[in-house]
């Protein structure tokens, strides 16, 4: 089940409407939010006011998109949500996935976890082919907020590539980061930042398609001059500016881990992954260091030389490694099924500086595509990413955490990324 296509760019701003006006399913979606979590949590003796039209058409708007869906087996559960197994009342054999937020009571703003709101917000906004579809958003009577998504029986692409009775070529690998690079394009296109780029966020539909998923560290960006975190993306997939403290960025830190997914998808293993077992060094940053560590010897060691300006960012500190930047024997020699003009667009993917990073649309513009092999089609392409738990289990995570606990030995699963995000 596709959303409603909508010709209006998602970023326009939308007009007030009269109260008495008819009510758009979007808006009575974010009054139904908001009712969640106004109820009062203890009785009191003082008269309330009477609800307002807007409310009780929400109440009743929320009532009957809950009533269209049937919730059936739990497919997943995380620290941040659990995900079922749901379909349509009307038609059974349409299934969907029925993601239900869990309240953090730590990172709130209006009774939701910051997160939550990020996801549903920017989920709303896009809407694209190779990017997972928001079907439908309400509360249920406990109070929490449930997002209705596409069914992915085919579980990720994270689960592909650890299964070795999987095989998989050059051309498969192609179609894949075909469909990454589109999405990618699309949302920076609309002035989004993903930040969480992982194979466990990239969830395989029934018919072969790939799609970006997980949206709660998702942020609008445009302004230069503006601060965002940089405590975001996965430790394995996060860039080095951020990990050397840059709070001004752009969609080079979501190419970076594009560059990552391409080279663990050719070699089926991540390619820089810092062994950080210890949680203890973790949070004290240790693993800002074992990643930096992992990412001179993949890449080469950040300097003035080969990234003017290094020296300035806010965390920046002197690596004890001191490797020149790989050149392209070394990338031709660890990903030889790649080719040399594939691995040319790996390299450019993998620049440590980001003003020298190729982008979104520089990427779909490369040679690559063009040589041979051809990207295989979708409906051809290998499907066994894990089944529908491992769809569950990725979207029931939280951002920033590495869902397989088995993944790699001695690898910390959860990322400790501290207070909220901006």
């Not at 979007?26 to 139904?32: D, E, I, N, Y």
């Not at 749901?86 to 349409?94: F, V």
């Not at 709303?124 to 509360?139: C, M, R």
């Amino acid at each position: 089940m596709a959303p409603p296509s909508n010709t209006v760019s998602p970023l326009m701003p939308r007009s007030p409407s009269n109260l008495n006006a008819y009510m758009s399913p979007s808006r009575a979606k974010s009054l139904a939010m908001r009712k969640s979590i106004s109820k009062p949590q203890t009785a009191t003796i003082q008269s309330r006011p009477k609800p307002s039209a807007d409310f009780d058409m929400a109440e009743q708007m929320n009532e009957e998109i809950s009533n269209k869906y049937v919730k059936g087996k739990k497919l997943g559960e995380g620290t941040y949500a659990i995900v079922y197994k749901g379909h349509l009342r009307s038609d059974p054999t349409t299934l969907v996935a029925i993601k239900k937020f869990k309240v953090d009571p730590s990172q709130q703003r209006e009774g939701l976890n910051v997160d939550t709101i990020r996801e549903i917000k920017y989920l709303q906004e896009v809407s694209h082919p190779s990017i997972v579809a928001l079907l439908d958003v309400f509360s249920s009577k406990d109070q929490n907020i449930n997002m209705v998504i596409e069914y992915f029986p085919n579980g990720n692409l994270e689960e592909l590539i650890r299964d070795k009775t999987v095989s998989y070529g050059a051309a498969d690998v192609k179609a894949w980061m075909g469909m990454l690079c589109r999405a990618i394009y699309y949302c920076h296109s609309n002035f989004i930042l993903h930040r969480d780029i992982k194979p466990n966020n990239l969830l395989i539909a029934a018919d072969g398609e790939v799609k970006l998923a997980d949206f709660g560290l998702a942020r609008s960006f445009g302004d230069p001059r503006y601060q965002m975190t940089s405590a975001v993306i996965t430790l394995w997939y996060r860039p080095p500016e951020l990990l050397f403290g840059a709070r001004q960025y752009s969609g080079a830190v979501d190419m970076w881990s594009i560059g990552m997914v391409f080279a663990e998808l050719l070699i089926r293993r991540p390619y820089a992954a810092a062994d950080v077992a210890n949680q203890e060094v973790l949070a004290t940053g240790g693993g800002t260091v074992a990643q930096l560590d992992k990412i001179c010897e993949a890449v080469g060691t950040p300097s003035e030389d080969n990234w003017p300006g290094v020296s300035k960012l806010r965390d920046y500190f002197d690596l004890e490694k001191k490797i020149p930047v790989r050149d392209k024997s070394f990338y031709m020699q660890m990903f030889p099924t790649a080719g040399s003009v594939g691995v040319d667009l790996l390299m450019a993917m993998l620049k440590l500086d980001p003003r020298k990073r190729v982008t979104a649309r520089g990427a779909l513009e490369h040679e690559w595509w063009q040589v041979d092999p051809r990207p295989t089609d979708k409906e051809n392409l290998p499907k066994q990413g894990g089944g529908a738990t491992k769809m569950g289990a990725a979207e029931a995570a939280a951002p920033g955490v590495v869902v397989d606990e088995n993944r790699f030995k001695g690898v910390a699963k959860k990322l400790d990324f501290g207070g909220a995000r901006k």
